[in-house]
């Protein structure tokens, strides 16, 4: 695969989300009757314009026979590499919060989502439900899928593995253009995830790596709500920095030792 056609793919899968999300969004504002359900709504309409798109992208473009079989293969995840793909995790959620604080008005993470998920705090809801649908489930299957098993492969294909591994991770943070100060977080995620695909030779590996990543941030908004209001209340003072700079250095070192578990090249 050619490094333009991945980027083109890219805005292709963008491009049908936005669509089917604004049809969805236009035939609700069109039949519904009470505004106070379109949160709940709306909650759903991203998750069916979320499915939509990738499905769409597959069936096009890949075709896999056994797509969610290989998925749910057991094989695809050895758990002598969970302790690493846990402390990379926690390591990232440390490691990402400069990232995150960069754009305070645009922050999705830290403003919109934590504003949504008071909810959750206050009782369950579909709303909630929907978003850890999305983000604990449908976010970490289809976008590994797609960005590392399918992308990634076929740029290594005809590229470098560094170039692969360059263009499919900001192929990969393109996704989340809608969040700006994701966007660094996620290409160092795409980064760290491809390497883990390359080294191992199965995407389940990855897989968890995303679901733990996701986890930690729902619990953080679950439990902890005042977690990110305590990073910002440090105001990027020797201790915010040193907290970065500790989870760098577990990011760097858990990927690290991961890859010596199981040294092989793609």
């Known amino acids: 695969m050619k490094v333009i056609t991945a980027i083109l793919l890219t805005l292709l899968l963008i491009f049908v989300f936005s669509l089917t999300q604004t049809v969805l969004l236009y035939v609700f504002y069109k039949t519904e009757v009470i505004p106070e359900s379109f949160q709940k709504h709306f909650g759903i309409i991203n998750v069916i314009s979320y499915l939509t798109a990738y499905f769409v992208i597959f069936k096009i473009f890949w075709r896999p026979k056994q797509i969610f079989k290989e998925v749910l293969n057991s094989n695809d995840f050895e758990m002598k590499f969970l302790p690493c793909l846990i402390f990379i995790a926690i390591g990232l ?49 289809f976008e590994e899928l797609l960005f590392r098993k399918f992308l990634l492969k076929k740029l290594l294909q005809n590229n470098s593995q560094k170039v692969g591994i360059l263009i499919s991770s900001l192929c990969f943070a393109i996704i989340h253009i809608e969040t700006p100060s994701n966007l660094v977080p996620t290409f160092i995620f795409g980064t760290i995830s491809s390497l883990i695909f390359i080294n191992t030779k199965h ?52 990927t690290k030792k991961l890859l010596q578990q199981n040294p092989k090249t793609y």
């Not at 403003?111 to 909630?128: M, N």
């Not at 930690?216 to 902890?224: A, D, M, N, Q, Y």
């Not at 970065?244 to 990011?251: D, S």
């Open 203 to 254: 995407i389940g590996n990855s897989i968890i790596l995303h679901f733990l990543f996701n986890l930690f941030l729902e619990i953080s908004f679950v439990v902890g709500l005042s977690l990110n209001e305590w990073f910002l209340d440090l105001n990027f003072n020797f201790m915010y920095w040193m907290l970065f700079l500790i989870g760098a250095g577990i990011t760097f070192f858990a």
């Open 93 to 141: 959620q440390l490691l990402d919060r400069p990232f995150w604080h960069l754009v305070p008005d645009w922050n999705y993470l830290d403003d919109l989502r934590l504003k949504t998920d008071k909810i959750y705090s206050d009782g369950f809801s579909l709303s909630y439900f929907y978003s850890a649908l999305s983000t604990l489930i449908i976010a970490p299957v």
